[in-house]
């Protein structure tokens, strides 16, 4: 078939290439073949077959410069000649896909026409490879392996993968190929590997101080790039090497990076800065080496609250084991020079042994738990919050799994002389109503969805209700110190026997100071009870809901290293403590004279 000057060849069976070439008298300079295969400085036709596929080859000693092009006519009809453009196209063969199936799901939100919202969770398209081939635009590394992260990073979506990082075209998320091989574009995608000696596989990544920090379970690397993020630019060095958990992503902490490690039957918390020395190298600190036991099984998730200072951490805890699941918490101050001033680890422990907490996140100040207590899921949560205070009251009730209920609630019935209350969970026998007047009242019976309080009627006030629970807080050994040896460890040698303690305390109704004596020596061992009902405190007046505040002196006898003094407030009432003294003797074993 010919049109103007240009001839088309076909062959009856289009499966199977032929050989061709031409030639001319004019040096072969008349006439030119567009067959498979032509040279990057060959003339092309402006009329060809629709559909009709050439690879460009480069220099001929560099195949990463070959493209391909493909004829679009004017007419789009492939059974014929006609005028039209080439554009550039995959190679031939190549497989252009990424399987959907394979990939992370995208969860979407919509508006019905009344705009009410609904989600959708559903595989998505991505977008297919539409230049070059499997040496030129190969397919992402991760294809056929693993994802072990995805994040955003300078405007590009990316995944982990082994121990490579792949990165999106810039500002296309998901897009993995690139748009054209002809050209080199800084907007390309980013398909590049970790190197170093050990065998590495990255499991998290996040971005912090202006660079992308990844983790394997030995070792922590940067990416970054020198002025802007480009295929040209991109670079991945080793940074430290510090041990690193793989159960439990690092997580972003206002200017550091919190990450686990394991520890046998425990694990432990890295925070992870930026140098003081040095503000382009990145160190860690062990802010669990102090209670290197303290945190027991593998941390599995992690939360922060950057506004109050807390680190919330969730292990796979083993309900078969007998214990409480717990939850950790890590509470820190900093100045306002960024250094940590002040930081302690506590837990919270479920009220029964059946419950397993399955996950947790914080939302604003308020940290939200999913807990499985026996076969039902609920979503509880603790509001970590400064003073904070119930209406009509100078303090916060305390109760666990707390409901508040108005006046005239509609759960609030009487059945008889009996108060009937109607409760979203089981209840335990120790449930407890705090009444309009700061009166505890604990349950009479309990059902698997009511309390009922014998011959009294709580209708017509506002009920504050829950399980009670124990606060718990065990004093570390009091050591002597020489004066002016601040920062310095504790003088041993001789005996410090202590007699008594003063304990400073604010805003409180009631506690307990038990102090036990090692060898644990049940004669020996007393328990000390403050309940407000003292002279000289405002709580002794009958029926005052005013908390106290004062000095409580409790005696103790024993060696400052043999004894554990335990406060404990299992009341509805809060209680701050703020400080205490001891009072001792200390004796010397000898004086070193000279």
Known sequence: EQKGSTIAIRRHDDSIPFPIAVTDDLGDAGLDLTYYEVKEQAKLPDVCRHGHVVKVIGDAREAADDYYLKFFSDTEDSSELAHGRWEECVGFDTTTAINPRTMPVTLTRHFKPDGTKYFVLAHRAWE????????????????????????????????????????????????????????????????????????????????????????????QF???????????????????????????????????????????????????????????????????SHVPKYIKGNIIDMSVCTSEDVLAVLTDFNPASGEKAKLYVYKYYNADNNQKVQSAWFTYETGDHNAQILAIEFISNKLYMVVLRGSQVHLESILFEDDQIDSGRDYKVLLDRRIKM????????????????????????????????????????????????????????????????AMEYTMSKPYLRKAGSEGKGPLYGGRHQLYRGELEFANARSFKVDVTHLPQDVTQSSSHSFTGAELGYATAIEGSTTLSQGFYKFGIMGKNDRVIIKITNDTPYPSDFLSIDY????????????
């Open 222 to 288: 940067a990416l970054q790039g020198d002025q802007y993020l480009s295929p040209r630019t991109v670079n991945i060095t080793p940074t430290t090497e510090f041990s690193a958990g793989t159960t439990c992503p690092p997580i972003l902490a206002g200017n550091s990076v919190f990450f686990t490690y394991p520890r046998t039957d425990y694990s432990g918390v890295f925070e992870y800065f930026l140098a003081k020395d040095h503000l382009d190298s990145l160190d860690a600190k062990d802010i669990t």
């Open 128 to 219: 297919d490879r539409n230049a070059g081939d499997n040496f030129t635009n190969p397919m992402p590394s991760f294809v056929g392996h693993q994802l072990t992260d995805i994040f955003l990073f300078k405007n590009r979506f990316g995944f982990l993968s082994e121990r490579n990082v792949i990165l999106s075209e810039s500002g296309e998320y998901f897009n993995f190929f690139r748009r054209t091989v002809a050209a080199f574009l800084d907007t390309a995608p980013i398909d590049v590997s970790a190197a170093s000696e050990r065998v590495t596989k990255l499991t998290s990544a996040h971005t912090y101080a202006e660079r992308l920090i990844m983790f394997s379970d030995s070792q």
């Open 406 to 469: 108005a006046s005239g609630d509609g759960r609030v019935t009487m059945n008889n002389a009996d108060t009937n209350i109607s409760l979203p969970y089981a209840p335990t026998a120790a449930f407890t109503v705090v009444t309009a007047n700061n009166t505890p009242i604990t349950a009479t019976s309990v059902t698997s969805t009511h309390a009922v309080f014998a011959n009294m009627n709580l209708t017509g006030q506002e009920l504050i209700m829950g399980e009670p629970y």
């Open 583 to 594: 009072e001792g003797r200390a004796y010397s074993r000898g004086t070193r004279w000279g």
